[in-house]
């Protein structure tokens, strides 16, 4: 559940900054983002170090692998290891892509789930477990996609209002992708933020991506956050208020002073609407 000392702007963390974190964390660095995928059951030095930082600074975990669209079972050996590496490190929160990514092995890739009534329950059904094997709520980021389904019978904004509704779970908002889509399937990106439930955000991410095409945009976060982006989450944090903000940066890693400057953008706009 979303604890009141995760707040701020926040950063992914990698092993690639991990030196230059354990000299200084920077002033603008409130809280850091892990993948469990990445840190369960790794060499005992590296929990070692992590450990050294969750004593700390709040974390939030973010999965890659869970597959919450997908239709074989859940992994819920994984999920018990989550269970103890959240109360080992005193990690609040926990959030999934609103995806697939699974089909009897990991497909590397976060695919869409329809927007029917089906997939619907079929999710819904998926997050209930999770959440009781947990013993908590957690939140859902809407995904970036390319391609539609073959069979839509309700849009993105609906479908996400309505997992979340049935589900009882809460809203990971990654603003970057919100744009990506907007750009992607051609709708105005703040009548879609519109459209979500204030009430049920706790989390933003925001990050860079890749221009393949004029109307083509690939969710790389792999390079600096565009300025329609900025306003998107200028407009984001009128709109729904101030949530803690991670800066995604997961391909391109330049050295950590690099980052700094799209961190401390994130606080400027915190304090603005803060205020």
């Avoid at 996609?145 to 996400?160: G, R, S, V």
């Avoid at 744009?179 to 439930?197: E, I, W």
């Avoid at 991410?205 to 600096?224: K, M, R, S, V």
């Avoid at 949530?243 to 391909?251: A, C, S």
Wanted: proline letters at 7%; a negative charge; aromatic letters at 10%.
């Amino acid at each position: 559940m979303y604890s009141p000392d995760l707040h701020g702007a926040g950063l992914g963390f990698r092993r690639d900054h991990l030196i230059a974190l354990e000299q200084q964390v920077p002033d603008c660095i409130d809280f850091f983002e892990i993948a469990p995928e990445n840190w369960i059951g790794t060499d005992p030095d590296s929990a070692k170090r992590l450990r050294a930082f969750s004593e700390r600074f709040p974390f939030v975990i973010h999965g890659l692998s869970l597959s919450l669209g997908g239709l074989t079972p859940l992994n819920l050996a994984f999920l018990h290891d989550l269970k103890r590496f959240m109360h080992e490190h005193q990690i609040p929160l926990y959030t999934e892509h609103l995806s697939w990514c699974s089909d009897h092995g990991q497909l590397y890739d976060l695919l869409p789930i329809p927007f029917t009534q089906d997939a619907i329950q079929h999710t819904v059904a998926r997050i209930r477990q999770t959440q009781d094997v947990l013993g908590q709520q957690i939140a859902i980021e809407n995904a970036s996609f390319y391609l539609q389904a073959p069979i839509n019978e309700m849009d993105e904004a609906t479908f996400i209002n309505s997992v979340l509704e049935e589900a009882d779970c809460l809203l990971h908002l990654d603003v970057n992708n919100v744009y990506v889509n907007s750009v992607n399937h051609a709708y105005d990106p703040y009548a879609f933020l519109r459209k979500l439930p204030k009430e049920r955000v706790v989390y933003i991410h925001t990050a860079g991506h890749y221009q393949q095409e004029a109307n083509l945009l690939i969710d790389t976060h792999g390079a600096p956050v565009i300025d329609p982006v900025w306003e998107l989450l200028d407009f984001t944090y009128a709109e729904f208020g101030v949530f803690p903000t991670l800066l995604e940066r997961d391909y391109h890693i330049p050295p950590l002073e690099e980052l700094l400057p799209e961190i401390e953008h994130i606080a400027r706009l915190q304090r603005k609407h803060a205020a």
